[in-house]
């Protein structure tokens, strides 16, 4: 039935066990199969039959109040060591982008201890010479969440993984 988790949740410190019900109150609407996990503290994860854009767009359109960003998974690699994470992405990036210019990586520990620089470090000389590194205004953001049985993989543009905009997003 699930296969594969479609997103990752943050939530407000304290807030994750009531979090549950309000996304799986978004995403009930098109999957009753949905379900929803705390996967550590502050961190759920959504299982759906639905696509994980499909997803992200019904948390975007009514955002649970206690959730503060959402990533949801474009690739899913099993596994957790940096080298197979960093040829993984790597091979995803270089098929998936045709056209991008910018990007650069941000990668997560939730719940297991991996070494996220070497990860970062290895996709961005990885891509050397097919997409320049931009810290201040990259066209997007490779975002690398690690979990104890795998790690997800979620391309947005800068911020838009945030359910609330900051001013200084706005400026």
């Known amino acids: 039935m699930w296969q594969n988790p479609k997103a990752l949740v943050t939530t407000k410190p304290g807030k994750g066990r009531k979090c549950i ?26 299982y759906s039959n639905l696509d994980s854009l499909v997803v992200y767009g019904l948390l975007f359109a009514s955002p649970p109040s206690c959730a503060e960003k959402v990533y949801p998974f ?21 098929n998936k982008t045709k056209d991008l210019k910018t990007f650069y990586v941000r990668c997560y520990n939730r719940g297991i201890d991996v070494n996220c620089r070497e990860i970062e470090m290895g996709v961005g000389i990885g891509l050397k010479g097919l997409i ?21 993989i ?15 997003d706005k400026i």
């Not at 996304?23 to 961190?43: F, G, M, T």
């Not at 060591?81 to 990036?93: D, L, P, R, S």
């Not at 947005?156 to 359910?163: A, D, G, M, V």
């Open 21 to 46: 019900n309000e996304i799986l109150n978004r995403i009930l609407i098109k999957d009753i199969d949905a379900r929803v996990i705390e996967y550590v503290q502050n961190v759920a994860i959504v």
């Open 74 to 94: 474009q690739l899913i690699i099993n596994s957790t060591n940096e080298k197979e994470i960093v040829v993984n992405v790597i091979n995803f990036i270089k």
């Open 132 to 152: 320049n590194v931009d810290f201040k205004d990259p066209e997007v953001v490779l975002h690398v969440n690690v979990l104890k049985e795998f790690a997800g």
């Open 154 to 168: 979620s391309l947005l543009r800068k911020n838009q993984e945030k359910f609330r905009a900051t001013l200084l």
